[in-house]
């Protein structure tokens, strides 16, 4: 390990909407991570999860019941997801402990589908300083289908603003699953997040009225900041985008390996905190 306290390896959270690939994710960054010799430690942070595919070091699931947390505390699902979360967080520092003791270069969190649990509780930010809030990052997940239209691709854009404001961590975006797309529309939807202009005519195409003029005011105050989503194709399918993963890594915590060595690719347009 290089570059970093040896204690504390750095973390990133894995975010997105229900469904957007973040268990996958980690299960391929992980296995492509083999390869080149660098341990990932994955963490499940999702009570909810039905089943994980890949190691986790630490899995929510070994010390709350989400059934349990229903019956005992007479809660419904998303109230018990809540609870969960808060009591996770009375535990962070067993947790953290338990993670710094692990042999690994880097901590990756799959995080539950319901964004605003991790986005918009107490319980996440107190898990983050716990675990480091100068080595902690986040990989904010666009899904693919929704990406395809222009106010679906904003909606996207503004949630992960939103989530990088709330948690205040330096955030990159990648577009998920991305073999599902056609060549002609990734190619659309990676020109929408590196030219807002043409997003911005595509958006008037598409709908046109007061809900466009939200969304491109939203816009320009985007770009005032300049701040394009800048996004880069991931697929845990076809392991395109594991080397931006972990390059995005390297690029804001130094080392890990010599992984970096042929793998380095571009993330120009990765936000700086
Ligand atoms: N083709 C393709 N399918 C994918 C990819 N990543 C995930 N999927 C599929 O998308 C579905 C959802 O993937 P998950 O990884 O469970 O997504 P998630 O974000 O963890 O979902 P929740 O935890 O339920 O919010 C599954 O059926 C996956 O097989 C990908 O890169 N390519
Ligand atoms: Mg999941």
């Known amino acids: 390990m290089v570059g970093m306290d040896s204690s504390a390896p750095p973390v990133i959270f894995v975010v997105g909407t ?95 589908g319901q964004v605003e649990l991790f986005a918009f509780r107490e319980a996440s930010s107190h898990l983050i300083e716990v675990l480091g809030r100068d ?25 992960s603003s939103i989530v990088e404001f709330r948690l205040g961590l330096p955030t990159k975006n990648f577009l998920s699953k991305a073999d599902l797309l056609d060549q002609d529309e990734l190619d659309k939807i990676l020109e929408w997040s590196e030219r807002l202009e043409i997003l911005e005519m595509a958006l008037y195409d598409e709908a046109g009225g007061q809900r466009t003029e939200f969304a491109i005011n939203q816009l320009r105050m985007m770009q005032q900041f300049s701040q394009t989503p800048g996004l880069t194709p991931l697929s845990s399918e076809t392991e395109d985008g594991m080397a931006d993963v972990l390059t995005f890594a390297q690029a804001l915590f130094g080392g890990m390996s010599d992984a970096r060595d042929g793998f380095a690719s571009d993330i120009e347009h990765e936000k700086d905190q």
């Open 135 to 159: 080595q902690s990052a986040i990989i904010y997940l666009f899904d693919p289908m929704l990406s395809r239209s222009p106010s679906g691709f904003v909606s996207q854009m503004l949630l």
């Open 18 to 112: 229900a469904g957007a690939g973040k268990s996958s994710l980690v299960t391929s960054f992980q296995r492509w991570s083999r390869f080149l010799e660098t341990e990932i430690i994955a963490v499940n942070l999702d009570p909810g999860a039905e089943r994980v595919h890949y190691d986790a070091e630490f899995d929510v699931r070994d010390v709350i019941s989400l059934t349990e947390v229903m019956t005992e505390y007479d809660l419904g699902p998303n109230g018990a997801q809540i609870l969960a979360a808060d009591l996770v967080a009375a535990q962070a520092l067993d947790v953290a402990d338990e993670l710094h003791s692990l042999a690994g270069e880097l901590i990756v969190v799959d995080t539950p």
